[in-house]
C-alpha cells in the first residue's frame, strides 16, 4: 500500500512507547473491525510474549492490564482508543 492510500484509509492502529517513533509502522484500516482486529492481535502477541518470558518474570499486573485491554478492545464499536500498558501506548485513532 502507497503511502498515499494508507492516507484515504479512516482508521489507523498501532503500538509505540509514548514519546517515541513507533518500533513497527502503524498500519491504515478501511474499517474500524479492521483495525480493532490487528490491535487484538498486537496485545496477544505481546500476552504470549510476557506469559512465556524465562529470562525475567512479568509482574502479574502487566498480565492483568493486557487482559482488561484485550476485553475493552474486543468490545469497542467504532470509537478510539488509547491505553498504556508497561512501557508501551497501544491506540486506534480516527486518521485525519
Given at each position: 500500500?502507497?503511502?498515499?492510500?494508507a492516507n484515504q484509509m479512516p482508521w489507523v492502529a498501532g503500538v509505540n512507547m509514548p514519546g517515541y517513533m513507533p518500533d513497527v509502522k502503524p498500519e491504515a484500516f478501511e474499517t474500524f473491525a479492521e483495525a480493532r482486529d490487528h490491535l487484538l492481535g498486537l496485545l496477544?502477541?505481546?500476552?504470549?510474549?510476557?506469559?512465556e518470558m524465562e529470562d525475567c518474570e512479568p509482574t502479574d499486573n502487566e498480565i492483568a492490564e493486557i487482559s482488561l485491554a484485550t476485553d475493552i478492545v474486543a468490545g469497542l464499536k467504532?470509537?478510539?482508543?488509547?491505553?498504556?500498558?508497561?512501557?508501551?501506548?497501544?491506540?486506534?485513532?480516527?486518521?485525519?
Open positions: 500500500m502507497t503511502k498515499e492510500q496477544e502477541i505481546d500476552y504470549l510474549y510476557l506469559a467504532e470509537d478510539e482508543f488509547s491505553a498504556i500498558i508497561g512501557r508501551y501506548c497501544y491506540w486506534i485513532m480516527r486518521n485525519n
